[in-house]
Structures are given as C-alpha cells and as structure tokens.
C-alpha cells in the first residue's frame, strides 16, 4: 500500500481555557500540519490546495476567536481533528468520495505533536 504524505506551516496565537500550564496565556505556535491519505493515486499539488484552504482560515489569527474553536479548546488534538474533518471532506468532494484522509498529526513544537485518524 501507498502513502502520500504533504507537510504545511502556519503561525497562529492560541490559549487553552480551564487549563493549568504553559498553555493557559495567550502566545504563538509555528504549527506544522502533516496529512497522510493512503492507498490513493493524488497529485500532490491537489493535496497542498485542500490543505491551503483550512490553514488559511488559521494563519496569523488568534485561534481562540475562529469557529469551533470559539467553544472547543484549541489544543493540538482538537487541531488535528480539525484540519482531519477539514480536509477529509475536501477531498472527498474533489474526488467524488475516492481519497479519503489516513491520519493528521499537527506539531505544536519540534517534540509535541497530536494524531487524530478515524
Ligand atoms: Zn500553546
């Protein structure tokens, strides 16, 4: 079986509400979005665009202030959730329901990420 895998970066501010720790002021993340779709043949480039779209509606916003995270913590988990239902739906638009999205794993730093696959 295949894997096609495309990466993309964005910067965003957030904070994660009834938290204790770092996360829990507002400040910025270099996010890093890794979708992986398996067993499919897809341009790169039609990835990269379905991508484009979901991290556009992110990229030097404060999270926090952006549907559904005026309600859902912000967190990587509910990040690679996100751009999982994000892109998964795109696609399966664009390709009449063929490609469908393996795994998404957002890197909130180099060492923490979060994986969500259904
Ligand atoms: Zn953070």
Do not use: W
């Not at 910067?11 to 890794?34: D, F, M, S, T, V």
């Not at 988990?77 to 490609?99: C, H, I, P």
Request: hydrophobic share 35%.
């Amino acid at each position: 079986m295949y894997e096609v895998t495309v990466e993309d970066t964005f910067a965003a501010g957030h904070y994660l509400r009834n938290y204790k720790g770092k996360c829990e002021n507002p400040h910025g993340h270099n996010y890093k979005i890794r979708v992986t779709l398996a067993g499919v043949l897809l341009d790169f480039k039609d990835l990269k665009d379905v991508m484009k779209h979901a991290i556009e509606r992110l990229d030097h916003q404060m999270i926090n202030e952006i549907e559904p995270f005026t309600v859902l913590n912000p967190s990587a988990e509910n990040l690679a959730k996100y751009f999982y239902d994000e892109t998964n739906e795109r696609l399966s638009s664009v390709t009449n329901g063929r490609v469908r999205v393996k795994d998404v794993t957002v890197f909130e730093t180099d060492v923490t990420t979060a994986r969500y696959s259904e």
